[in-house]
């Protein structure tokens, strides 16, 4: 995205393949996006199961990190952006055809349904004092929360959809790039849709450990690094069986210049030894506390990785 429209970009990668458009900024950007995504389908699913109550530490801190993790990953496309003032031109059109356009108004629509619903928590943690820096915003969070408050099954729905949509989206976006085999994949949405989820889990774990969420939590993360290791498996195939390009694209992956981050840092630390782990934790309980959190970082450095592999061995010209 730097230096011009996307359509000029992608005809400018398939004249010079060493031409790179995305740097960590959208790596970041991207797991930001997926994270906040898992973190709305949990607490949106949690309140439309009726669990919301049962759940209430975990759900609560899901709710009031979704809009400032959100923030920071439009910082870091605003930071990207070799033009600072297009995201306002991207808030002025609806391109039917432009994944980015599309991008930008998901994002929009994601943030303020997010916060509306996290307004009535918001309002709880001032009116309680723990957040005292805020408290001058109380009366402007209380109209919001009392906005919100009847309305939050109507906005669960909504962060529902949009969560998942916004899993998904983070993974279309680089399936855009056709100039490149290795993004070019329908794969990738919803292998970062499902990254997203484990991410997600990982850090509610993290932060908010015990409680009855922590078994679902757990079997979710199983869940998701098994689905994301056949994912991946299903990815690696499609470029192997695809043409010279895309199995050159493969070949960097398994056994080139990425294969050490590929293999250790987004199979092994993000999917296997998170998926031994929660085994373990599932059939034995008997992990430690300190396994486990080290688990969780690993799930969230993994996911990260995912991105930061995925964004740039995808752009190196073949």
Known sequence: MRGGAPVIEIRDAVLNTELHLWGWEVAAYLFLGGLAAGLLVFASWAHLTGRRREFLPAVRAAVLLIPPIIVAGLFLLWLDLGSKWSPFWLYLTLRPLSPMSWGAWILLAVFVTSALAAAPAAHAEIEAGRWREAARWRRSVGRLSRWAGPNLRALAWANLVGGLVLGLYTGVLLGTMVARPALNSPLLGPLFLVSGLST???????????????????????????????????????????????????????????????????????????????????????????????????????????????????????
């Open 200 to 318: 997600a889990a990982a850090l509610l774990l993290l932060l908010v450990p015990g409680g009855p969420w922590g078994r679902l939590l757990t079997r979710a993360e199983v869940a998701a690094h098994s689905l994301k290791l056949v994912l991946l498996g299903f990815y690696l195939l499609g470029l192997a069986t695809s043409t010279a390009y895309a199995q050159a694209s493969a070949s960097m992956l398994v056994r080139g210049a990425w294969a050490w981050a590929f293999w250790t840092l987004v199979v092994a630390a993000g999917a296997l030894m998170p998926l031994g782990v929660a085994l373990a934790e599932l059939n034995t309980r008997r992990v430690t506390r300190a396994v486990a959190v080290s688990s969780y970082v690993l799930v969230l450095a993994g996911g990260l990785a995912l991105r930061v592999v995925l964004v740039y061995a995808g752009q190196r010209g073949l």
